[in-house]
C-alpha cells in the first residue's frame, strides 16, 4: 500500500516539471500528425466553417450532445446578421449508463432518436449536429467512427462504426429523420463557437469536466498524414487531439495505481489525472483509511477541499485540484508550442467547457496563474486568454451541421 501521510506531496508539481509536460506534449502531437497510430491521435475533421457555407437566417439545425453519460437535445434556428438562437431545448436525459457496464446499442440509438423527434416538433430534414465527445475518426461525409469509449461508458457493438449513419438508419422512415448529419467532438464544437469572438491569432476548444481533451486549427500543410484526396480547399484544419490519451511525465504512483485498477489501463493517463471521472478514483487510493463515494467526481474533492475540517484528506483533495489545473495548463502551453513555435508573436483563445474548470472554486484561476508564467519559460511570445461562450457545444455543433463539408 502506498504511503498516505504524505499524500498531498505526491500531487505538486512546479514550474520545471510543468515546462517538460508542455514540451512531451508537443512533440507527441508532432508525431500524431505525421502518422496514424500515435499516443496523441490528432484526429482532422473535414468540416470547414465560415467559408461560404456560413450559417443564413431562416436555416434550422437539429443539434445532438453526447458528453459524459448527458445527452441534450436541441433545435437551433438562424436569425438576422447570421446569429444563433436556441429554439428547442436543449432537452436533458441521463442515460442509466453505469460505469464499466455495455449498455445496450438500439436503447442507446431510441432513445436519441426520441430526444430529436421531441425537439423537431415537426420539423423535417433538417441537418443534424452530433456533438459525440468519445474518440472518433472523421470520414471526409461529415460522420465519424468510434475508436473506442472512455470515462467508464461502454455501449455495446458501436466501436468502429459510423456514429452518425447508424443513428440515421436506427430512425427508419421517422419523421424527424434528419438529412444529413455531422460528427464534431466536444471540443472542436468548443472550437468553432470561439470563431464567434473577437479575432485572434490562435483558437483552442479545451474540454475540462468528466473527461478532458483539445482541438485546435493546423494548417494543412502540418498534417503529414493527410491524405493527398483529403486536402480540400481551406488551408486550416480542425484537429481533435484526444490530448487525454497522453502519457505525461511526472505523475505519482498513485496515478499509475489508479490507472492499473481502471476498465482501460495504458490509455487517458492524463486524463485520470486531471478529470472529473477520475479525481475521486485517485483521492481514495491516496486515502484508503477513508470512506469516500468515489462516483461522486472532482465534487467530492471539491467539498472536501473546502471543508477544513477534513485534516489531511482536505489537504490532498486540494492538491488533486490544484495539479488538475496546472497541469491542464500545461498541456495547453504545449500544444501552442506545437502549433506556432517560438519564433513568432501571437494571441490566442482558449474557449473552455467543463464544470470541473468553470466550477471548482479557483481551478480557472490557477490555470491562469500558469499561463500567465509557463509561456515565456517554454520561449513562447503570446498572450493567452480563457473565454466562455454561452452553449458553446451546442452552439459549435449547430454551426457545423449549417457549414460546407470540405468535399
Ligand atoms: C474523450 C474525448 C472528449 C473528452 C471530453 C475524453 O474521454 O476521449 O473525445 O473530448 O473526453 O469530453
Redesign the pocket.
Same mark, same amino acid.
Given at each position: 500500500m502506498l504511503e498516505s501521510r504524505s499524500a498531498s506531496g505526491q500531487f505538486e508539481i512546479g514550474v520545471p516539471q510543468l515546462a517538460e509536460v508542455a514540451q512531451a506534449l508537443s512533440a507527441r502531437v508532432e508525431e500524431g500528425l505525421a502518422e496514424d497510430g500515435h499516443e496523441i491521435a490528432a484526429l482532422p475533421t473535414f468540416i470547414s466553417v465560415g467559408e461560404g457555407g456560413a450559417p443564413v437566417a431562416g436555416q434550422s439545425a437539429l443539434v445532438l450532445d453526447l @458528453? @459524459?453519460t448527458n445527452l441534450r437535445a436541441a433545435r437551433v434556428n438562424v436569425v438576422g446578421g447570421g446569429e444563433m438562437v436556441v429554439a428547442a431545448g436543449p432537452l436533458e436525459l441521463t442515460l442509466p449508463i453505469r460505469r464499466g457496464v455495455a449498455f445496450p446499442l438500439e436503447q442507446f440509438l431510441g432513445l436519441q432518436a426520441r430526444a430529436l423527434e421531441e425537439v423537431a416538433e415537426g420539423q423535417t430534414h433538417l441537418p443534424l449536429g452530433y456533438c459525440f465527445?468519445?474518440?472518433?475518426r472523421s470520414t471526409a461525409q461529415g460522420d465519424a467512427t468510434l475508436i473506442r469509449w =472512455?470515462?467508464g461508458v461502454t455501449i455495446a457493438g458501436l466501436e468502429g462504426r459510423p456514429v452518425g449513419r447508424s443513428l440515421l438508419d436506427a430512425m427508419g422512415e421517422a419523421l424527424a429523420r434528419p438529412e444529413r448529419v455531422a460528427v464534431v467532438?466536444?471540443?472542436v464544437a468548443a472550437l468553432f463557437a470561439s470563431l464567434s469572438g473577437p479575432a485572434t491569432d490562435g483558437h483552442v476548444g479545451l474540454?475540462v @469536466? =468528466? *473527461?478532458?481533451?483539445m482541438a485546435t486549427f493546423f494548417p494543412a500543410g502540418r498534417i503529414g498524414k493527410l491524405q493527398a484526396s483529403e486536402l480540400g480547399g481551406s488551408d486550416l484544419i480542425p484537429v481533435?487531439l484526444?490530448s *487525454?490519451?497522453f502519457s505525461p511525465p511526472h505523475l505519482s504512483p498513485f496515478d499509475a495505481q489508479l490507472d492499473q485498477l481502471s476498465e482501460n489501463p495504458g490509455y487517458?493517463r492524463f486524463?485520470k489525472a486531471v478529470?472529473g471521472?477520475y479525481l475521486g478514483r485517485l483521492l481514495a487510493l491516496a486515502h484508503p483509511e477513508m470512506e469516500m463515494d468515489t462516483e461522486r467526481g472532482a465534487q467530492l474533492l471539491v467539498e472536501l477541499a473546502a471543508s477544513g475540517t477534513r485534516g489531511v484528506a482536505g489537504e490532498t483533495a486540494n492538491a488533486i485540484l490544484r495539479r488538475s489545473a496546472r497541469l491542464v495548463a500545461a498541456s495547453i502551453c504545449g500544444l501552442l508550442l506545437c502549433r506556432f513555435g517560438t519564433g513568432c508573436e501571437f494571441s490566442a483563445r482558449i474557449l473552455a467547457e @467543463?464544470s470541473l474548470f468553470w466550477k471548482a472554486p479557483g481551478y480557472k484561476e490557477e490555470v491562469e496563474r500558469v499561463l500567465a508564467t509557463l509561456p515565456s519559460q517554454l520561449g513562447l511570445r503570446c498572450t493567452v486568454q480563457v473565454a466562455a461562450s454561452p452553449n458553446a457545444n451546442i452552439m459549435g455543433t449547430a454551426l457545423a451541421a449549417l457549414s460546407a463539408r470540405r468535399h
Open positions: @458528453g @459524459g465527445s468519445y474518440p472518433a =472512455t470515462k467532438n466536444d471540443t474540454i @469536466g =468528466t *473527461g478532458n481533451n481533435n484526444e *487525454g490519451n487517458q486524463e478529470s471521472a @467543463g
